[in-house]
């Protein structure tokens, strides 16, 4: 059974440009949460999709956007990328829009802005 | 706005002792609290979990402790082993809200 996949691992662009992160949750979620992880400090909420609508978002600009697909994948969208955006973006997927308090987290995608 | 706080970003204990890990939180409203472990290269694992109703749970080593009059948290780990070196975050939510973490802590079991 996979757990939670995202792609790609790591990946590195220059100011302005826009980046694609893509996460397929394990097998039987239909909920994702994305979370924000800079240097030294625990994951910061993003946004979470349920039933391909984003139903909750944390304090992040109109810059991070998002996606998901009916097989419940989903994308991380950012552009006009800032220094400010480096950082290790988390995917988690849940049941029920993760009411149980349960995530599965993935391994992440480690973005270098320069 | 850091609504949870773990405020050792280090811990290190011997082998076979007890590893006390704290956190705490200023939202009344939060009622559901995670512990999640995280080693290198991997993302957060679930560790253990309590609702606001309870105020110990146990899994195996692993005990999480809960004092909501002074908005605060503990995961005890008895006996600590080498394998448990990882840093723990401290998460809390309120129904229907998003999960907020601490900055982590990490633990060293030194053998």
């Known amino acids: 059974d996979a757990g939670v996949t995202q792609s790609p691992t790591h990946l590195i662009k220059t100011r302005g440009q826009q980046v694609t992160l893509r996460c397929s949750p394990k097998?039987?979620?239909?909920?994702v949460s994305w979370y924000q992880q800079a240097l030294g400090q625990g994951p910061q909420f993003i946004f979470q999709y349920y039933e391909e609508e984003e139903r909750q978002r944390g304090n992040f600009p109109d810059r991070f956007s998002g996606h998901q697909f009916p097989n419940y994948s989903s994308e991380l969208n950012v552009n006009a990328l800032l220094l400010g955006d480096s950082a290790l973006y988390l995917c988690?997927?849940?049941?029920?829009?993760?009411?149980?308090?349960?995530?599965?987290f993935g391994a992440g995608t480690r973005l270098s802005v320069l | 706005d850091q609504q949870v706080k773990q405020n050792s970003p280090s811990l290190s204990v011997q082998e076979g002792r007890i590893s006390i890990l704290n956190c705490d939180y200023t939202?009344?409203?939060?009622?559901?609290f995670l512990w999640y472990k995280k080693y290198p290269a991997e993302g957060p694992t679930f560790l253990i979990s309590i609702s606001s109703i309870k105020d110990k749970n146990e899994d195996g080593r692993f005990t999480v402790f809960l004092n909501k009059s002074a908005k605060h948290l503990s995961l005890h780990i008895v006996p600590s082993q080498p394998g448990d070196s990882a840093v723990y975050f401290c998460?809390?939510?309120?129904?229907?809200?998003?999960?907020?973490f601490g900055a982590g802590t990490r633990l060293t079991v030194k053998p």
């Open positions: 097998s039987g979620h239909d909920t």
């Open positions: 988690a997927s849940s049941l029920d829009r993760g009411r149980s308090g349960i995530q599965y």
């Open positions: 998460a809390a939510s309120e129904w229907n809200n998003d999960m907020r």
């Open positions: 939202n009344s409203m939060f009622d559901y």
